[in-house]
């Protein structure tokens, strides 16, 4: 798959693409997924990639960079990039002359360069060819457990402590995603060529910090996860669009995650979308009542709720119009203002 990549997405010759390549070494049985040369007689080796099955452990996963890497040396097939490909997770390094070759840190590149050319400082912008994509429910439940099998780390932290930070993650990368900005224009939200974890960190705690001052009452606590794992966290999730992606493939998703150990842990249970899509439709509720769910878990019934206002309106005003948009948020804001003063 990431050989037609390679092809269609970055322009390079299928001739000059080798498969399952031998290893230049004393015993020939090791052999690179994928190698681009330089040359078409495939004497000059430019990038090594390690291709990976999708959902690797991230021990897996850094095994195969250093495979990448071995490969990469000097000693071998001398390239200027390496990289690891195990499905939309990736990491590429600047493997040139100029670091050291055990250099994990500096030299990492937000995406391997195109048609021979430089490394982009950033691989996802704004209505480019290399947007973000909304995804569908399977994806996102895969990226969602892969996030937090990072997190949890086999211990490091409890599944309800890894989810809290998983959620305070996905509460940077929405407010990125909605942050105005102009087509062409970068992302914040993933990995930056030539950052090291440590900036990455930074950046990232950076737009938390700046989110929490807008909305002081989502989240109190700071990000508490190191630098390395926040990285990898990025890299899991960079690409995947939450904006995009519609709001019962959201729902569904994060259901299906949470269930298995919500379900075990602490007898919790959810109801079937389709009941919860059938009892809104019976409720028809109208733009000046309010909608009262005790019992919300994951905010099911009132998720469906406001989709079912927000696509009522569309039989008054046109879609994404700003009358549009005050017709169904008014219906939430002035839900909240009830119920904040006392009304029922």
């Known amino acids: 798959e990431f050989w037609a990549e390679l092809i269609y997405r970055y322009g390079y010759e299928p001739a000059r693409i080798g498969v399952e390549v031998t290893v230049p070494d004393r015993t020939p049985v090791d052999r690179a997924d994928l190698v681009i040369f330089k040359d078409d007689e495939r004497k000059h080796p430019y990038a090594v990639i390690e291709c990976k099955r999708d959902g690797i452990t991230d021990a897996e996963f850094e095994q195969a960079v250093e495979q990448a890497c071995g490969n990469g040396t000097w000693a ?12 939309p997770t990736r990491r590429f390094l600047d493997f040139s002359p100029k670091y050291g070759v055990l250099e994990r840190e500096a030299n990492i ?13 950033w691989r996802f912008r704004k209505d480019t060819d290399d947007d973000i994509q909304a995804v569908n429910k399977e994806t996102l439940i895969k990226t969602i457990k892969k996030c937090h099998q990072t997190l949890w780390g086999g211990g490091r932290l409890s ?25 062409g224009e970068a992302y914040e939200f993933q990995i930056k060529t030539h950052e090291s974890s440590t900036k990455l960190a930074e950046r990232i705690r950076g737009l938390y910090e700046e989110a929490k001052k807008q909305e002081p009452d989502v989240f109190t606590d700071t990000i508490r996860i190191d630098d390395a794992t926040l990285r990898t966290v990025v ?29 075990g842990d602490f007898g919790q249970y959810f109801t079937p979308r389709e009941i919860i899509e059938f009892a809104v439709q019976m409720m028809d509720p109208k733009d000046d009542e309010l909608v009262l769910d005790p019992a919300c878990g994951s905010g099911g019934f009132l998720l469906h709720a406001l989709d079912y206002m927000r696509e009522k309106g569309k039989e008054f005003y046109q879609d994404k119009s700003n009358e549009h948009y005050r017709y169904w948020h008014a219906f939430s804001g002035g839900a909240y203002r009830k119920k904040e003063s006392g009304s029922s």
Request: charged share 30%; proline share 6%; net charge positive.
């Open 159 to 183: 599944p309800p402590n890894a989810f809290g930070e998983l959620a305070k993650l996905i509460f940077v990368k929405i407010r990125d995603e909605h942050a105005p900005r102009k087509a």
């Open 235 to 263: 890299a899991h999730m960079e690409w995947v669009s939450f904006n995009k992606t519609d709001l019962d493939t959201k729902g569904v998703a994060f259901e299906q995650f949470m269930d298995g150990f919500f379900k």
């Open 109 to 121: 590149i937000a995406d391997i360069p195109k048609q021979y050319g430089k490394p982009e400082e």
């Open 76 to 87: 071998k097939f001398r390239a200027s990039y390496v990289g690891v490909v195990a499905g």
